[in-house]
């Protein structure tokens, strides 16, 4: 959208004080008042802003499975033949099961929306002539907006004011480099990459600062436009992919045996409607058409325990991803370090304390007003207890921190030099030495020759070999003018260095050695020296010999990278766009990735991971590239976090397992049985029902125990063991099936109602007991299901043997009540199909080995 047209043409197109006057705003901002009748009349700053339609879409999505469609036609059909019991029962049981699904996936929605909020973007807005952070769907047309490096944008808007500003819009346009804002007034037909006046939704600040004012907000944005195309891109996950091959997989043995029931029941010269509807029922039968409400169940029930352990899940399905990661990709600040960086000392270019460099050092961390970082706020306490101040200096300009430059410069003026800017500039070693010509040593400036910066190369490395990080300053006198740019940082004199002091966390060797005995390595990434990295690397447990710099990583081929990445521990002098490339080579070499970052420059390599981690303190862009956010910066946290995503995913697979082995070997059973009895082994309704009971008691499976084993290792999905595993265990269902029939037909002469009634209790009892047998790959009897599972198990197989007698719904499902001499056998088949499956299982699983 292009926003208000008064001024005519787009936004970016008119002058300032037009769009302003008909914005009804100033540079001062809005007040709270205003601001809030404005959020009334234009509604929350959100692109999806419907939850009511999201309730409807949730609760149609439970109808949209072509089974259950074609089930519904069946039960119009039936009605049309005037069989209302069957529609009845069909309509019930197909209502029955959406609504179920509905019930928890809507309970499931509702806790991670919760989650989600807690992850909330904030905007920092002038509101009542003051600075103050809103949530970022408050935001309002008129809204006056103070951006920073790291900041999510949040809504359209002209820009005010700016300084060095470069903002990332490849969100929107697909351009890889940022793009220079300034105020400006454009033509109406530039094209986005041109519009450097305006900043829009969905973009990110990279570096510098703005001022802007908010033209459009939600839907009516240039994001709201292109919303649907952005989330058509979101990558699949490893669980989306399995989920979808396993659908997959069932649809090609529905088909078949669909076909091969509809063709032998025309053979047998069976009624058409009774035939085709028993083999929908069939393939109904096969498919576990509660997989989306017990997947959401699962998740959400994983992300719930995941966010009491510290870590939030911003996308459900990053879960499997987190349990299935090998590789860790980590920086080291904060989280293999303490995160308290301190102010060890300022030195002059000898080496000895000096309180001038901590003077120039301290002005420059506190005019800037670029990136927070700690390296600032340790220099800016740091200056508080030496009691400096700024004495009536004031800030003239500032050349924002970039991770190009690497450094920031501040220009000063000061009353005692009348006439006169002072350049204070600080930042990486390499690249602030690059920048000087001179240095100060005593009272004396020397030239900055070959010799001296060998000198200084080694003073340096041989102070991050002690585990200090080292920043240079510079500083130089110039005529005062008015326009100060970054082709002035030249001809600087080095006056010393600042030495920082960020200690190993006490955690940080347990916490990896934890992660390594769940089969997950951690790699270190970071743009801090070699020898710095190799100190806390040695601390922390890593190999520091196992390293690869930002130089040689750059003269690697794609190919070499991939070979050496999986074998290096630590990733040094790396330049932000390099992390990027590391994490895709280890992708390349058959890893899943972790990404833990909190920069603004981690946010490629978030995005390319196949999880993504963050925290919560992290600047807007990171966190919104992420997965899974941490509470608490901590790796012994995110280990919880990987142990939680494999419980649940292993939860999962359970579900999808067993229930599609035991409706497999069902299934199978009827299709045999199918040409040999005079009668349909089972009516439609009943098995629907036998499908609708069996399930009931998954929807606990989220709660349910896991063993140590998959717990230890990464877990991914596997078609194949899937299949392998539904057919081995689907054969030994279907070989106790068979024998159920003999009993019913040979020794008991079991008529149509006798044989359905028996074989829906047996199946619906094997079904349930199975999944007490095959929840873990161990003994059975040496691991005891949740309480909530084994509760729901045993009580639906209460009502399954209680139905056959109750007159009410056995008239309705024309179920009989069995003889004694009948459930006794047929409860010793039960418990024999029990100890035939526990062996099958051993046998199984050693063959697996």
Not at 305 to 321: C, D, H, K, P, S
Request: aromatic residues 6%; contains cysteine; glycine residues 8%.
């Amino acid at each position: 959208m292009h926003g208000p047209a008064e001024g005519g043409g787009p936004f970016w197109s008119v002058d300032t004080d037009v769009l302003l006057a008909s914005l009804d705003a100033t540079p001062a901002g809005l007040d709270a008042a205003e601001a809030g009748r404005r959020l009334a009349s234009h509604g929350p700053n959100r692109v999806d802003d419907a939850p009511a339609l999201g309730t409807l879409r949730l609760l149609a999505r439970q109808f949209d499975s072509p089974l259950v469609l074609i089930l519904l036609v069946g039960a119009v059909v039936s009605a049309g033949l005037r069989e209302w019991v069957d529609a009845a029962i069909i309509v019930a049981i197909v209502a029955g099961s959406a609504l179920l699904g509905f019930v928890q996936e809507r309970r499931a929605s509702v806790a991670v929306d919760a989650l989600r909020r807690r992850l909330a973007p904030t905007a920092r807005v002038l509101r009542d002539g003051r600075p103050q952070r809103v949530p970022a769907d408050t935001l309002v047309p008129g809204d006056v907006v103070v951006l920073a490096a790291g900041d999510l944008i949040a809504a359209d808007a002209r820009v005010l004011d700016a300084l060095d500003c470069l903002v990332e819009e490849a969100s929107l346009t697909g351009e890889s480099f940022p793009v220079d804002k300034r105020p400006a007034r454009v033509a109406a037909d530039a094209p986005p990459a041109a519009r450097t006046g305006a900043v829009f939704a969905g973009t990110s600040v990279r570096s510098g600062t703005a001022t802007v004012v908010v033209v459009a907000t939600g839907r009516d944005t240039a994001f709201g436009a292109v919303a649907a195309r952005l989330a058509a891109r979101m990558p699949e996950t490893g669980f989306e992919r399995g989920v979808r091959d396993f659908g997959s997989l069932l649809l090609r043995v529905m088909v078949l045996m669909t076909l091969f029931v509809v063709v032998v029941s025309a053979a047998l010269g069976r009624p058409t409607i009774e035939s085709l509807l028993f083999a929908i029922a069939l393939a109904v039968g096969l498919s576990p058409e509660l997989l989306p409400a017990i997947v959401s169940v699962t998740l959400a029930h994983g992300a719930r325990g995941m966010a009491e352990r510290g870590t939030i899940v911003r996308r459900l399905q990053a879960i499997e991803n987190l349990g299935g990661m090998d590789v860790l990709c980590t920086d080291k600040t904060g989280t293999l370090t303490e995160g308290t960086i301190a102010l060890e000392r300022a030195v002059d270019v000898d080496g000895a304390p000096s309180d001038a460099v901590l003077r120039d050092a301290w002005t420059n961390a506190s005019l800037e007003a670029g990136i927070e970082n700690p390296l600032d706020a340790a220099l800016v306490a740091a200056g508080t207890a030496a009691r400096l101040d700024l004495a009536g200096r004031t800030k003239v300009a500032e050349m924002p921190y970039d991770f190009v430059r690497r450094r920031l410069t501040v220009v000063v003026a000061d009353p005692a030099t009348p006439g006169r800017h002072r350049l204070v500039s600080k930042g990486a070693v390499t690249q602030l030495l690059g920048t000087c010509d001179r240095a100060r040593i005593g009272d004396a400036e020397v030239p900055l020759d070959e010799a001296l910066r060998a000198r200084l190369d080694a003073w340096c490395a041989a102070r991050g070999a002690d585990g200090l990080r080292v920043l240079a300053v510079a500083t130089d006198e110039r005529d005062a003018r008015e326009a100060w740019t970054h082709e002035d940082e030249t001809r600087l004199v080095l006056v010393g260095f600042l030495l920082f002091r960020d200690p190993p966390r006490p955690d940080a060797a347990d916490a990896i050695a934890s992660l390594a005995r769940l089969g997950v390595r951690t790699a270190m990434i970071t743009g801090d020296s070699r020898w710095v990295a190799a100190h806390l690397a040695r601390a922390v447990g890593l190999d520091a010999e196992a390293r690869l710099t930002g130089a040689e990583l750059s003269a690697m081929t794609d190919d070499a990278l991939c070979h050496r990445a999986p074998r290096t521990a630590v990733f040094c002098e790396i330049d932000p766009q390099q992390k990027e490339r590391i994490v895709r080579a280890l992708q390349r070499a058959g890893h899943v990735v972790g990404y833990l970052g909190d920069g603004i420059n981690d946010a490629p390599a978030l995005h390319a991971a196949d999880v993504g981690v963050s925290v919560d303190s992290a600047v807007d862009v990171a966190r919104a590239s992420a997965d899974v956010v941490l509470t608490t910066r901590s790796l012994d946290v995110l280990r919880d976090g990987v142990v939680e995503g494999r419980r649940t995913f292993a939860n999962t697979m359970k579900y999808i397992a067993i229930t599609t082995s035991a409706n497999f070997g069902n299934m199978l059973s009827m299709a045999i049985a199918t040409p040999l009895l005079p009668f349909l082994p089972l009516a439609a309704t009943q098995i629907l029902l036998n499908n609708f009971l069996s399930d009931l008691p998954s929807m606990a499976i989220a709660t349910d125990r896991v063993d140590d084993a998959k717990l230890a290792r990464p877990q991914r999905w596997d078609v194949t063991e899937v299949r392998r595993f539904m057919i081995a265990f689907g054969l030994v269902s279907t070989a106790f099936d068979l024998a159920v029939f003999v009993v019913l037909r040979r020794v008991f002469d079991a008529d149509a109602p006798l044989f359905q009634t028996g074989w829906f209790v047996a199946s619906v009892l094997t079904e349930l007991a199975v999944v007490m047998v095959l929840r873990t790959e161990g003994p059975a009897w040496r691991s005891s299901p949740s309480p909530l599972l084994a509760g729901a198990t045993a009580a639906v197989m209460a009502v399954s043997l209680a139905l056959p007698w109750w007159p009410p719904v056995a008239a309705v499902f024309g179920f009989v009540p069995l003889p004694p001499a009948l459930a006794a056998v047929l409860a010793a088949l039960v418990l024999g199909y029990v100890a035939a499956t526990e062996l099958a299982k051993r046998r199984f699983y050693r063959a697996r080995q």
